[in-house]
């Protein structure tokens, strides 16, 4: 592993993203929400003095896109009131926050989104709720917004749409991606990063895993889909190669 040895704090440890992270970084601490609820700030603030972390990467959130339409109130206090009280906890201690976002910010109409470009209009509660939590992190004096998007390691339906772009991939494949960016935190002169791989249709990610999925269309969801979710990622491949293609982790 490169770099120096940090002491990480995760949020979300348990989630399928957490658990990527937990794996490729060994030393991450990460207490379930048991033990750190992000809508009860004492137990945040009891998390820090326990494990006096120099990092805190918040990749807990309340990610269910379909529930969150009906349990909005639910949605809201993990997503935004529960990231407000880890970037008042981070800015008491000074600490460096690294948040996970989504491409959901965006509207995905035209799809190769640059980190600069004005987000929205969002298409669901979750999104909505995505976003603010993004300008709250903005209030934190030191932090990184890393945007990104994943499946599980399978392809998890029999169908997979033709008709909509993305630059998602298997977690993964992006989770070491996130892992390499959290160790390099203070070596990103950026606010805002995309994470993502090349731009793609979902049928063509679904073949990669799944070689007999069903082409479809979006017509046959019962939501609305963006046409073009695709994140602009040459920030990223340019601090990369920076580093001499650093991959390893
Ligand atoms: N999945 C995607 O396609 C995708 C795309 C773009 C961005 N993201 C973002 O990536 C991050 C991780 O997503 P994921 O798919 O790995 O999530 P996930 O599998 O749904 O896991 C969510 C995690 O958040 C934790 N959590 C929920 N409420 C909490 C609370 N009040 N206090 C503390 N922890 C709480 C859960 O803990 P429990 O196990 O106790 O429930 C779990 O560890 C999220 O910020 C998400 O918005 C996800």
């Not at 990610?205 to 963006?226: I, M, Q, T």
């Amino acid at each position: 592993m490169m770099g120096t040895p940090r002491r990480i704090l995760l949020t979300g440890g348990t989630g399928r993203l957490g658990c990527e992270l937990r794996a490729l970084l060994p030393c991450i601490m990460a207490p379930p929400r048991a033990e750190l609820d992000v809508t009860q700030s004492e137990t945040i603030e009891a998390a820090l003095k326990r494990y006096e972390p120099d990092v805190i990467v918040h990749a807990a959130a309340y990610t269910d896109v379909a529930a969150a339409e009906k349990n909005r109130a639910a949605c809201w206090r993990v997503n935004v009131e529960g990231t407000r009280a880890i970037v008042r906890a981070v800015a008491e201690c000074g600490l460096f926050l690294v948040h996970i976002s989504t491409d959901y910010v965006f509207e995905g109409r035209r799809g190769m989104y640059r980190e600069e470009e004005p987000p929205g209009p969002v298409r669901n509660y979750y999104a909505l709720s995505k976003l603010v939590a993004e300008e709250v992190v903005r209030l934190a004096p030191r932090h990184l917004i890393i945007r990104t998007s994943f499946r599980p390691r399978q392809w998890p339906y029999p169908v997979a749409f033709t008709d909509v772009y993305t630059s998602q991939d298997y977690v993964d494949v992006i989770a070491p991606e996130i892992a390499l960016a959290i160790q390099r935190y203070d070596k990103i002169p950026h606010s805002t990063l995309h994470i993502a791989t090349e731009r793609k249709s979902v049928y063509e990610l679904a073949r990669r895993r799944r070689p007999g999925v069903r082409p479809g269309s979006k017509l046959e969801a019962n939501v609305a889909l963006p046409d073009d979710i695709s994140l602009e990622t040459s920030l990223w491949q340019r601090l990369k190669a920076g580093w001499g293609g650093a991959g390893g982790l």
